[in-house]
């Protein structure tokens, strides 16, 4: 692989461990073969978890993550590996969100992304956060995320 836009990739063809915090964890990106070509790259983790902050009882999350990329792409291991590093990360639903988006934005620099964090219920209330860089490219089809307001989530 070293000879190809794949080369510098080190967890994508082996076994990579979970990382234990968000901050050890390697977003990996690969450049963007179809750069100049505006569309939209979708990535859904309907289990997503992490805990309190304050009790440190397990939070479960179904997460929709749409980019319109630029230069680079999200190497999907790597994203993966960084989503599951949350298992044991205590924030709340807010902060977990908005840093997932903001670590791909910082990685990646895409033209445009959203995340729309569709949290299950923690004390009987459901809470959804979205979070977006601006306005969505005019010129892209963008569909909606598809996930309903919450109704015993599944």
Same mark, same amino acid.
């Given at each position: ?8 990739? *080190?967890?994508?063809?082996?076994? =990579? ?6 901050? $050890?964890?390697?977003? +990996? ?14 990535? *859904?983790?309907? $289990?997503? *978890?992490?805990?309190?902050?304050? =009790? ?18 999200? $190497? ?20 977990? =969100? ?8 910082? +990685? ?24 977006? *860089? ?21």
């Amino acid at each position: 692989m070293t000879n190809s836009i794949y080369g510098d990739l *080190t967890q994508l063809g082996g076994k =990579t461990p979970l990382p234990q915090r968000p901050e $050890e964890a390697v977003l +990996e990106r690969v450049p963007n073969p179809q750069a100049g070509q505006k569309y939209l790259v979708r990535f *859904t983790a309907p $289990e997503f *978890t992490s805990l309190c902050p304050i =009790t440190g009882a397990p939070d479960f999350a179904h997460l929709m993550i749409d980019y319109v990329p630029d230069e680079f792409l999200i $190497e999907s291991k790597s994203l993966k590996l960084f989503l599951g590093s949350f298992r044991n990360h205590g924030a709340f639903h807010e902060d977990c =969100t908005v840093a997932i988006a903001r670590r791909i934005v910082d +990685e990646i620099k895409p033209i445009w992304l959203r995340i729309g964090g569709y949290w299950y219920p923690r004390g009987g209330i459901p809470i959804d956060v979205f979070y977006q *860089t601006g306005a969505p490219p005019a010129d892209v089809w963008i569909p909606d995320q598809g996930v309903p307001p919450y109704r015993g989530r599944g």
